[in-house]
């Protein structure tokens, strides 16, 4: 995927090059544009994991109507924890401070902020591989262990994204 933050940053208008050639205010705008490339990354993000929560409430439905209900608990435990990261990508705080805010965000901060987000949104591939192997063993023996590995790619998640606020408080 490109990166985000150099498109929002190639498409500034004239006004807002202008205005960055004004001593103090380039950094600000700096920081807004930041913030903007942050808040659509971790849309994204949501989206995309969105997606595949959606395949693992077919694959439950799936999994009742085939006779594998003993694992749907198993399943649920993966979609409740893909929820509650979904949950604190979308309600977490955006990579920039503003002028009376507590904690303040430096520059070198907001790119590390971007990195995590950028580094989960590239794990999704291997969450919907691993959906995909859950599908792919509906009815073998192996769903029990495919439905862990998807279990504990979310809950890697999860805690990736309990690191980015030691960004913020460090």
Not at 77 to 106: H, N, P
Not at 123 to 148: C, M, Q, T, W, Y
Request: charged share 30%; with cysteine.
């Amino acid at each position: 995927m490109a990166d985000l933050f150099q498109k929002i940053t190639d498409a500034k208008s004239l006004v807002e090059k202008i205005a960055a050639k004004i001593p103090g205010f380039g950094g600000y705008l700096e920081k807004e544009t930041r913030r903007d490339a942050d808040k659509l990354l971790r849309d994204t993000i949501v989206n995309r994991y969105g997606e595949q929560l959606s395949r693992v409430a077919t694959l439950q439905t799936q999994l009742i109507s085939s006779g594998g209900i003993e694992h749907v608990d198993d399943l649920q435990d993966a979609a409740t924890r893909l929820q509650r990261f979904m949950d604190m990508v979308k309600t977490a705080a955006y990579g920039y401070s503003g002028f009376f805010d507590a904690v303040k965000v430096k520059e070198d901060e907001l790119a590390k902020l971007y990195t995590f987000d950028n580094a989960l949104l590239e794990n999704v591939a291997k969450v919907a591989s691993a959906v995909d192997n859950i599908e792919a063993s509906i009815g073998s023996d192996g769903l029990p262990a495919a439905i862990r590995n998807l279990v504990t790619l979310v809950a890697d998640c999860n805690t990736t994204f309990e690191r980015r606020k030691e960004v913020l408080l460090s």
